[in-house]
């Protein structure tokens, strides 16, 4: 089981709030995601 912490829209912690992966996120409430893309300037030399 995956859980997050929950957060308002002024990106504070909600205490007592915990949310729970496959379940809906109540309205008002968010999660921090983020997305990483990783790239390469070049061709690695062998």
């Known amino acids: ?3 997050w912490d929950a957060y308002g829209k002024d990106f ?3 205490p ?3 949310l729970v992966r496959g379940e809906p996120v109540p ?3 968010y ?3 983020s997305d990483v ?3 390469r ?3 690695l030399k062998r």
């Open 27 to 29: 309205d008002g409430t």
């Open 16 to 18: 007592g709030i915990t």
């Open 31 to 33: 999660r921090p995601v």
């Open 41 to 43: 300037a070049g061709r």
């Open 12 to 14: 504070r912690k909600i």
């Open 37 to 39: 893309t990783v790239r």
């Open 1 to 3: 089981m995956e859980l």
